[in-house]
């Protein structure tokens, strides 16, 4: 006759829901997986999948019964991983994002907004379209993949039962910083580009007094924005894998030990 003790049955849950918690905090806030888009049962599913194969391959758990207050904190400890880890991700779509809205507000076009599901806000249609891209090329430089890698590697330089160091949230902090940072990198050529155009625009209405800047203006502005979009528009991928590859190393940054 087969018996399972009480310590067994609390050793076997640990090892499914402490890294089951970990998962379904990254998938849940991480770029791709944790769009509003994506099926609640895709996202639950995908992440025990994941945690009952990485389950045999991590530490031992600890000895800490599931439901007890200790429990309780370690599950909370790995929201908090997890939610950190995916955060740092999105930030890449967040600077992409901000590159559309200073686009769209420069080429005067900043009043055509949608619904944005992902945000539960209007945004610029520039800005979504810019996101769409983006979303496009992170899953062509397999992102999603290396995502699925990172949160493998977390469980191996920060175990379970370990927190986050301080130094840790202070550069969660400081890398908040760079979207506004690859935002501007991103959106700086048509920003130049209309900037040029604008001060064209002046001095022709100060030779011409009689043409009318709001009749011209505007077409001039929309067409060479689009123009310079499309590009630029290339040159996209590049600061993505850029961007990703720092994204990932800083990620990984967050959950090693000191």
């Not at 995908?46 to 000895?63: E, Q, R, W, Y």
């Not at 891209?133 to 370990?162: D, K, R, W, Y």
Request: proline share 5%.
């Amino acid at each position: 006759m087969i018996s399972v003790t009480s310590a067994q049955l609390d050793m076997w849950l640990a090892t499914l829901l402490y890294p089951l918690v970990r998962l379904l905090a990254l998938i849940a806030s991480a770029p791709i997986f944790g769009e509003q888009q994506t099926p609640v049962r895709v996202k639950i599913g995908l992440s025990v999948l994941l945690a009952i194969l990485l389950g045999p391959t991590l530490d031992p758990m600890p000895a800490v019964p599931v439901g007890s207050i200790q429990g309780l904190l370690i599950i909370i400890e790995q929201i908090i991983i997890g939610s950190a880890m995916g955060f740092t991700m999105r930030l890449i779509f967040s600077a992409v994002e901000l590159a559309g809205e200073l686009s769209g507000m420069i080429m005067g076009i900043g009043f055509a907004s949608f619904y944005d599901t992902r945000t539960a806000a209007n945004s610029a249609v520039i800005s979504q379209w810019m996101g769409i891209i983006a979303s496009l090329t992170f899953l062509t430089l397999n992102g999603h993949l290396m995502i699925l890698s990172l949160v493998a590697e977390s469980f191996h330089t920060l175990p379970i039962g370990q927190m986050m160091p301080a130094q840790s949230f202070y550069t969660l902090v400081q890398w908040g910083a760079n979207i506004f940072i690859f935002g501007l990198q991103i959106s700086l050529p048509l920003l130049a580009a209309l900037l040029i155009t604008n001060l064209a625009m002046g001095i022709l209405t100060r030779a011409a007094q009689q043409l009318n800047l709001f009749a011209i203006g505007f077409p001039i502005t929309l067409t060479i924005g689009f123009v310079i979009l499309s590009i630029s528009l290339p040159y996209l991928a590049p600061i993505m894998d850029r961007m990703t590859a720092d994204v990932l190393a800083t990620s990984l940054k967050l959950v090693k030990l000191p």
